[in-house]
């Protein structure tokens, strides 16, 4: 079997950078899982609206029944504070169901020409003349294949990327616990996400589609609270008990359905994040902090980026793979700078072990967002 490009990870930056180059060449999407799975991770901010333009498939994605995200509240430095999405010159945004977008996101690659094979993951890889060679692995076989490009888009574990020699780069030790539940006083929801700092971290909130509403904590975890997320019924009454968070959560009439679960919520970079024959994307390339909420559109951003980049590598363009690189320098600049001046922005707890590594990252790169 011969392919022109090969993704490992059906994620949206994976599916993004197959739909983008299956119309030029022959592109095979694989994934460990067989359907995207329900997860946390739903923001999609206003600017997404220009790539999914760009990428023909804004009518499409309004069909698809998603969640408008009018803006966002916050109680940061205890001080109240909201970002209404009406000035926004791209509207607002969206909070979507997650497994519903990613699902679509692969119809599109898919009916764009790229082959799908899921549940499928990479057994080998070995470089060759003019590409890769793989072994493929699927529950039942074991598939032989050439591709002349590889793209990691595993995910912040860059699995790919670490197997062909680069170096992934952990900032810290953000873990995220949250629970389902649902709104049974939807007319008080009013389509914004809620972020408030606590001691320890930062709780999120925000409606989803079908009167869901996903409630989340935010902490580092070797501190206590990462403990307490494991203890059953701390998450809920812990956020009840919060004044801000807890009048909100009364007023949507939020009953929590479902167990806590908790993920890896840290920053990495993969250095370096392309090489010959090879890109990452996404979280596999640059893995955002939550608060950033810039997570998905990376990914969109540069799923499709690279599909550009590898169209101009595979036609011998020598500036190619250095572009893309200084493109992954030029994000994670901008992100850390405006990651850092948010972090540095709440004071109330000097002592506190996850405000002290922040302020201390940030006291020496602290810039104003442009
Ligand atoms: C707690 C939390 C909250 C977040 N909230 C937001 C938010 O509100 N807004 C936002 O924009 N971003 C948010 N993000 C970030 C966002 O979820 C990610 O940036 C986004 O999922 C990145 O997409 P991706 O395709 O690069 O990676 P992923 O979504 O991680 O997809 C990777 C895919 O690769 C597959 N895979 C992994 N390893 C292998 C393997 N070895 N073989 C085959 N397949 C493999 C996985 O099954 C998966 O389908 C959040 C992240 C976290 C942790």
Redesign the pocket.
């Known amino acids: 079997m011969q392919v022109d490009v090969l993704i490992?990870?059906?994620?949206?930056?994976?599916a993004t950078a197959a739909l983008n180059l299956a119309p030029g060449c022959r592109t095979l999407l694989?994934?460990?899982?067989p359907e995207?799975a329900q997860r946390?991770?739903?923001?999609?901010p206003p600017a997404a609206r220009r790539l999914l333009t760009d990428m023909g498939l804004w009518e499409a994605f309004l069909d698809q029944g998603h969640a408008p995200c009018h803006g966002n509240r916050s109680l940061w430095n205890g001080e109240p504070a909201e970002q209404d999405f009406l000035r926004d010159p791209d509207g607002h945004g969206w909070h979507l169901d997650r497994a519903r977008f990613e699902a679509w996101l692969r119809a599109k690659a898919q009916e764009r020409g790229a082959a799908l094979l899921s549940p499928a993951?990479?057994k080998t890889i070995e470089p060759v003349s003019g590409g890769w060679q793989v072994l493929l692995a699927t529950p039942d076989r074991v598939i032989q294949l050439q591709t002349r490009v590889v793209i990691d888009?595993?995910?912040?574990?860059s699995?790919l990327g670490k197997r062909l020699g680069a170096q992934r780069t952990r900032q810290d030790r953000l873990v995220?616990g949250?629970l389902y539940g649902r709104d049974e006083r939807i007319e008080a929801t009013d389509g914004r996400s809620y972020i408030e700092a606590m001691s320890q971290g930062w709780w999120y909130s925000a409606a989803l589609p079908g009167h869901r509403r996903v409630l989340?904590l935010h902490t580092d975890a070797d501190l206590p609270s990462a403990r307490k997320l494991r203890q059953p019924g701390w998450l809920l009454a812990a956020a009840t008990s919060s004044p801000n968070l807890g009048a909100l959560l009364a007023r949507a009439g939020f009953i929590a359905d479902g167990e806590v679960r908790i993920?890896?919520?840290h920053s990495t970079v993969l250095r370096p994040g392309a090489g010959q024959g090879w890109f990452a994307?996404?979280?596999?390339a640059l893995g955002?902090d939550?608060l950033s909420?810039?997570?998905?559109?990376?990914?969109l951003y540069t799923g499709l980026a690279a599909a550009e980049t590898c169209y101009r590598h595979m036609h011998d363009d020598p500036r190619a793979i250095e572009d893309y690189r200084q493109e992954l320098a030029r994000i994670e600049r901008a992100y850390q700078h405006h990651l850092d001046f948010w972090y540095s922005q709440e004071t109330r707890w000097p002592d506190e072990a996850f405000w002290q590594r922040r302020h201390l990252r940030a006291s020496s790169t602290v810039a104003m967002p442009s």
């Open positions: 490992l990870g059906a994620g949206p930056a994976g694989l994934d460990r899982q995207p946390i991770g739903e923001s999609l993951t990479i888009a595993c995910g912040r574990a699995a995220c949250w989340a993920a890896a919520a994307v996404g979280d596999a955002f939550p909420s810039q997570g998905l559109f990376n990914a």
